[in-house]
């Protein structure tokens, strides 16, 4: 009798412990590719709550993905003339928000589309718009005027989040496209 | 009982501290500006300067508040040059305006630069605030 209770007290025990661990590992798994096929065809998302605060309050914060390292280091030497707005940050802010746009720039990262970013610009150019990138300017040469600049809800080729609608999180695939007054973009 | 005493307390002194933390960091920027000699701020003052038109050169040749924040301060602005909304200004409708006084002076110092190519003097910055804290 006690052999019997100790052994359903056993199975019990590895039914309870063993159920949740299969789950979460199906979740896990799940998970890991949907990691897998981001990293494999786009960038990193922004996490940082600093940079998020400090950049995306005037624009969309751009993922520290689309440009290298010395790109940034550039762009971030003159935030007093920030394409024509002063940007300015305290010491600090400033020091923290260049290490993380280096630490996650597109030559650090494994991301795909990192790499294209990375391999369109030459070792000697450090380009401070993304829009001027040969990467970006193939991956948007079909798109015409009329629904960007010409399109009061876009305006500027440089507002991202008006039609990649997931930006932010460095999705740019063309599934998230949505062109404001012209719909969905099938390439 | 007791406990019902506690949470009573507890949900009346929640509203307190916001209007408290609202008007300490307002409190303690004009007493600064005070320090500097903008003795008296004056919403109305600020109003009109927040309407005011600055020319300027460049992309955007006349430039003012209102050109990104609009002239209604309960209302959803829209940046110029980048379209990213910009929400409400004033505190009544927007709890998280005016709670932090170097947010506040990291915007006073960009955006005066921008609208006006200067900074701005205590007087106005004391101005603004009170306009902004309170629109006529």
Same mark, same amino acid.
């Given at each position: 009798m006690k052999a019997t209770l100790a052994v359903t007290a056993v199975i019990f025990t590895l039914g309870f412990v063993t159920i949740p661990v299969v789950w979460s590992d199906g979740d896990f798994r799940w998970k890991e590719m949907e990691e897998y096929e981001h990293r494999s065809t786009d960038v990193a998302a922004v996490e940082n709550p600093v940079y998020k605060e400090e950049c995306g309050s005037c624009h969309m914060a751009y993922?520290?993905?689309?440009? &290298?390292a010395r790109s940034w280091t550039k762009m971030m030497a003159g935030l007093e003339d920030h394409f024509g707005d002063d940007a300015e940050l305290d010491p600090d802010t400033h020091k923290a928000i260049i290490r993380f746009l280096v630490e996650n720039s597109a030559d650090q990262s494994d991301y795909r589309r990192s790499r294209k970013f990375s391999q369109s610009i030459g070792s000697n150019d450090a380009p401070?718009?993304?829009?001027?990138t040969s990467y970006f300017r193939h991956e948007h040469d079909?798109? &015409?005027?009329r629904m960007v600049t010409g399109n009061t809800k876009v305006k500027n080729i440089s507002q991202c989040d008006a039609c990649h609608t997931d930006a932010e999180r460095g999705a740019f695939n063309e599934h998230d496209i949505y062109i404001p007054g012209y719909g969905r973009w099938d390439d | 009982m007791k406990i019902h005493i506690l949470i009573a307390a507890l949900v009346i002194s929640i509203p307190a501290d916001f209007v408290q933390a609202e008007s300490a960091a307002v409190d303690s920027l004009l007493q600064n500006y005070a320090a500097q000699g903008a003795a008296t701020a004056d919403a109305e003052r600020g109003k009109r300067m927040w309407e005011e038109k600055f020319n300027r050169d460049g992309e955007f040749p006349e430039r003012s508040?209102?050109?990104?924040?609009?002239?209604?301060?309960?209302r959803t602005g829209i940046?110029?040059?980048?379209n990213k909304e910009i929400k409400p200004m004033t505190p009544s409708v927007n709890p998280k305006r005016l709670t932090d006084s170097k947010k506040i002076e990291k915007w006073f110092k960009r955006n005066c630069k921008w609208t006006l190519g200067r900074e701005c003097t205590a007087l106005e910055k004391a101005d603004f605030l009170a306009y902004i804290n309170k629109p006529s």
């Open positions: 993922p520290p993905g689309l440009l &290298p401070i718009r993304i829009s001027d079909e798109i &015409p005027d | 508040c209102a050109s990104c924040h609009t002239q209604d301060l309960t940046h110029v040059k980048t």
